[in-house]
Every structure is written in structure tokens, then in C-alpha cells.
Nanobody, 125 residues
């Protein structure tokens, strides 16, 4: 059974930092690209960052470029999202996802076929 479990969310003040983790089990983690998304109340789920299977390439949404960093540890079957300079508008539920069907970095939600349950990030002003 494939499982993606996010952790590391919480409440932080504007300007602060958080590191999200996504522990993956039930698949050969090192074979697949991974992505991070978020969904704020009343808004659509949006792409944040993606990383190739090897970790050699990454892609970011303009809204988080320079503030967020995606990384992975294939030995630990875990993907991370380091979030710095957080803003109140970053408040959302954050999800990790695995792309088991395509090669390369993808931004579209439909490209990812396995999702975690999400972790809440709240940024106070």
C-alpha cells in the first residue's frame, strides 16, 4: 500500500521558517519525481515545487521561488520543503504527491497520481 505522510506544519509568525517532510512508503521512491502543492480555503490547489527522481533538477512556482526549497533524501524515502520568509498568504494545507506515470518535472495536478493527506501551515501577521 502506497502511503505519503506529511509532517512539520504548524503556526508560525510572518518572516519565519518551517520545514515540511513527506515520508513515502509502498513504492520505489528513488524512481519517481515528487511535488509539493498547497490549497488555501476557497482556492484551488496550486503547484509549489517539484523535484526529479534523482534530485538533480527542481522547478518552482513564481510565488515561492527564492523562498522555498524542495529536496529529497532517497535513502530515507523522504522529500522536504524548506519554507523561509513565510507570509500570511502562505497559509494553506500543504500536500506532497508522487508522479509514477511520467518522466520529468510536472506542475499540473493531474500528473501526480498519489497524494498525502496534507499538513496545515498557518502564518500569522
Amino acid at each position: 500500500q502506497v502511503q505519503l505522510v506529511e509532517s512539520g506544519g504548524g503556526l508560525v509568525q510572518a518572516g519565519g521558517s518551517l520545514r515540511l517532510s513527506c515520508a513515502v512508503s509502498g513504492l520505489t521512491f528513488s524512481n519517481y519525481a515528487m511535488g509539493w502543492f498547497r490549497q488555501a480555503p476557497g482556492k484551488e490547489r496550486e503547484f509549489l515545487a517539484a523535484i526529479t527522481a534523482s534530485g538533480g533538477s527542481t522547478s518552482y512556482a513564481d510565488s515561492v521561488k527564492g523562498r522555498f526549497t524542495i529536496s529529497r533524501d532517497n535513502a530515507k524515502n523522504t522529500v522536504y520543503l524548506q519554507m523561509n520568509s513565510l507570509k500570511p498568504e502562505d497559509t494553506a494545507v500543504y500536500y506532497c504527491a508522487a508522479d509514477r506515470r511520467t518522466i520529468g518535472l510536472k506542475k499540473a495536478i493531474y500528473e501526480y497520481d498519489v497524494w498525502g493527506q496534507g499538513t496545515q501551515v498557518s502564518v500569522s501577521s
